[in-house]
């Protein structure tokens, strides 16, 4: 059941992935309009078909080198955006010094590049005193060995995204960069791989309503964090266990 429209309109880039669908869903039912991009029509026509409402779906790649002209010409303008995108690349055998320069310009690239090509789509769209949200994992924080170059990505990103905010500060649009812990996703339970602790996609959904509306402790704080769901939004990173 979506609740009545609230005169809101939020993008959510990466609509077809395991968090952008839990996402469409949840600002859905809190009764914005959704715009869902995605790469492949197919998996847009799917995701509409389980939503719990209709969305415009747009057939585009946000990271693409001329998606800003595109986006400008046709996409109108939104209060909110949430990006779901990237690619954890691969786990590599051996220590930091072992990993290919080819490996790496290709995380760059992806994760990076196109992180940076995202937001300069996808920001100017956005209306005075709307509100960013670019999802990162814990890697952007903590040491992760099992995927360095995933670790290295996100932590660019987040650097990138707190000096963004602090050079749009004086315009009004809020930029977010939100830390999240493992999240359940439809690929990750067709693997055999889940647990009911872990966050989903519409947890991160009616959290980014939250930020869209302002309605969070300390909106002009950029970094935030939602690792745990029986905790919920948190300004400061959670302290190591054990």
């Known amino acids: 059941m979506t609740a009545p429209a609230n005169g809101r309109r939020v993008l959510v880039a990466g609509a077809t992935g395991g968090i952008g669908e839990g996402a469409c869903r949840a600002l859905l039912r809190a009764g914005n309009e959704v715009v869902a991009v995605g790469r492949d029509a197919a998996r847009l026509d799917a995701l509409a078909a389980r939503l719990p409402g209709p969305v415009e779906a747009v057939v585009a790649d946000v990271t693409a080198a001329s998606a800003a002209a595109w986006f400008t010409a046709r996409a109108g303008t939104f209060d909110g955006v949430l990006i779901a995108i990237g690619d954890p690349g691969h786990a590599h055998g051996g220590t930091v010094l072992d990993i290919p320069d080819e490996d790496v310009r290709q995380m760059i690239e992806v994760n990076e590049l196109g992180g940076l090509r995202a937001l300069r789509t996808l920001v100017p769209l956005v209306r005075p005193a709307g509100a960013v949200v670019t999802v990162l994992g814990m890697s952007a924080e903590i040491p992760f060995p099992q995927n360095p170059l995933m ?92």
Do not use: C, F, H
């Open 151 to 242: 670790g290295s990505t996100n932590a660019a990103m987040r650097s990138l995204l707190r000096t963004l905010a602090e050079q749009l500060r004086p315009t009004g649009t809020r930029i977010y960069a939100l830390v999240l812990g493992m999240v359940r996703t439809r690929a990750r339970q067709a693997a055999g791989i889940d647990n009911p602790s872990w966050l989903t996609g519409d947890d991160i959904g009616r959290y980014t309503d939250d930020l869209v509306v302002g309605d969070v402790p300390a909106p002009a704080q950029t970094l935030r964090y939602l690792v745990d769901p029986r905790v919920g939004p948190r300004l400061e990173p959670p302290r190591p266990t054990g």
